[in-house]
């Protein structure tokens, strides 16, 4: 699936992440995760995208969004918006394909593969356009859950699909379980290290929603 010499991209949509890893019954040890890719190739780039609350005084997402931005990754971020749904229920929600969209083809001179943690199918079409760049594309979700958490189009157009059930034991943690040890500059503390604190799904028009 990768070749050393290829220069890679890592892009992250977090609120998908987040939803497939956890559905799957493990966290991501993002500092792991990152290794693993170096050792695969040349890492040009890691990009996480994800909506934050910033009308909350706290919100366990930040010490995430913190320790990644000084630890390998780009962080994008935008406002959660809000807005109430048919039932009258106040919900949030924070779309970023556009950020990875734009991001994704501004890059794509420079890098060999772009590796895309998500399993939405709006990024198909992204997915049709890097290869018709020459440039190979692996798409990084699951089908062991019931229903899958990739849509089938998108899966059938990256060039390979990579099971996160399959990620090495290294990179997987179990929700309980403390991140590695401190060390790394902006790491957060144990009691704060937490993914996201939201929920996710996608409402009728295909957009993130969170509540």
Known sequence: M?????????FIDGANLYATSRTLG?????RRL????????????????TALAE?????????LIDWLDYNGYKVVTKPLKEFTDSQGRRRTKGNMHIELV??????????????LFSGDGDFRYLVEALQR?????????????????????????ADHFMELAGLPETVRRAPAERPPPAGAVGEPDDDEYDDEDYDYEDDDDGEDVRR
Do not use: N
């Open 34 to 49: 990152l290794d693993d890719f170096r050792e695969k190739g040349y890492l040009v780039r890691a990009v996480y995208y």
């Open 102 to 115: 734009v991001d994704a083809m501004e890059l794509a001179e420079h890098i060999d593969h772009f590796v």
């Open 55 to 63: 009308d909350q005084e706290y919100s366990s997402i930040r010490p």
């Open 2 to 10: 990768f070749d050393p010499r290829e220069k890679i991209a890592v």
């Open 26 to 30: 493990f966290d991501i040890d993002y």
């Open 133 to 157: 760049k020459g440039k190979k594309v692996t798409v990084a979700s699951t089908v062991k859950t019931k229903p899958p958490m990739i849509a089938d189009d998108l899966r059938r157009q």
